[in-house]
């Protein structure tokens, strides 16, 4: 049985590209934090780089034009290259950038339940206590021979 915060996450990440649609109404700042100066190596709201303050005039231009996110990123890579964006394309080979940390951590996230799982049922099995001894296991013989002499001394 498939445990429902498996089938919840499977679920999330179905529905994610759909959470991942063009924004209309992009901000100044919410692109320079997604677009890389080409000089500097650096996000734009990071970077004070002739190269990164023009690249700022060129957004803010398109954004007073009214254009979308996705138009203004597609303008930036076909100008500058996919390299001018901060995350990788999330298709064809770039996509595994977005799915190799999520399958680490989950073969990770199997592989610590396993081994706690493993861990937990390996300890020794509790001996059975005879229940006329009063919940304490037999003696060993020697110290039962050594406790009865030292019983004996005490009662003469």
């Known amino acids: 049985m498939i445990p429902s915060t498996v089938v919840a996450a499977v679920l999330a990440l179905l529905l994610a590209p759909s959470a991942l649609a063009c924004n209309s109404h992009p901000t100044q ?13 650096t996000t734009l709201d990071q970077s004070d780089s002739p190269a990164a303050q023009q690249i700022k005039r060129v957004i803010r231009g398109r954004i007073r034009a009214g254009e979308s996110d ?9 100008s500058y290259g996919p390299s001018i964006l901060a995350a990788p394309p999330k ?6 950038a977005w799915w190799v940390p999520l399958g680490g951590i989950l073969v990770a996230a199997v592989a610590v339940g396993l081994a706690a799982w493993r861990w937990s049922r390996r300890r020794e099995p509790e001996p059975k206590l005879d229940p006329s001894l009063n919940g304490r296991g037999p003696l060993d013989p020697a110290l039962e021979r050594r406790l009865d002499e030292e019983l004996a001394r005490f009662d003469s």
């Open 29 to 41: 700042a919410q692109l320079e934090g997604q677009v890389m100066c080409p000089v500097c190596g």
């Open 91 to 96: 298709s064809g080979f770039g996509l595994l």
């Open 70 to 78: 996705c138009t203004i990123k597609d303008a930036l890579v076909a």
